[in-house]
């Protein structure tokens, strides 16, 4: 019976994937350009997210500076193909040791000495003003001037170069997505996962039970940075510029954030899911307050503020593990 039950969740949970995946490879055949970008958008927030997801939402280790590692990636890669001509894809090979090894200093400096918790989180904000501090007064990237990607009309894509029209990018960060879906779920499933979760739930009793919990905690900050990486390198090469402030700044971490805690922390689905729900609504407050020639500047913040109170009171597991219920699928996406 048991078996009967588990075999069922688990169909159900593969023909959800498969409907949601086979619903956005199509989606740029349906919709126009300002819905494929407001897709894209939603799909780097859910890729980072599930970045993030790997050091809090697996091993418990709270990331308020995130941004770091995005600004990290971005400034890598955009450096390498601006200064030298290198492709982005192998300014990737460069972005990301440089990303991890940043996260292993963060990481070595709070296990080692002991700093956990909420000092651990405002560690890694002090670490990411720090960089946009540096990058900000560093001239081989233009300071604060801004580093600018040069822009030409292609008469096709460049998928080497990451140089095209809105629909490449797309199917890039849709696969990006579904490669960080599929590690991170590789990465739940297996002995390090399991190790993660037993020191997020109780680090005194996973060391009491002999695991190294220092060593495991420096994977899951080194391998949610390395990840992290690519986001960087995309935003650099969709958006063609980075500045200090926007890509280190704590908004573009509050950013990466809210999407897994709305949909659930800890979770395969909650991520994709809470990128969907916040950047989706944002984006249509914004087209109705355009539609009724309302100007409220910082009226997004107050709305993912609203969003998030709403979950914290109502829904404090997220979105999805309560869905998921409703749907008769895993809640962890397993």
Known sequence: MI????????????????????????????????????????????YAGQAWNIMMGFAGQLSLGHAIYVGLGGYVAATLFVRFGVAPWLGLLAAIPIAAAAGAFIGFLAFRFGVAGVYFAILTIAFAEFARIGFDHWDLVNASSGLFLPVREYAHNDLWRLRGDPTMFYYVILAATVVAFALCRLLLRSRVGYFWLAIREDEQAARAAGIDTFRYKMYAVMISAAVTAFAGVFYAFFYNNLFPEQVFGISRSIGIILGPIIGGVGTLFGPILGAFVLTGLAETLNSVMTAFGLDLPGATQVFYGICLLLVVVALPDGVWPPLARRLGVAEDGK
């Open 3 to 46: 078996a009967r039950l588990t075999t069922g969740v688990v169909r159900r949970s593969t023909v959800l994937l498969a409907l949601l995946l086979g619903a956005l490879v199509a989606a740029p055949w349906f919709v126009n350009d300002y819905l494929l970008t407001v897709l894209i958008l939603i799909l780097y927030f859910a």
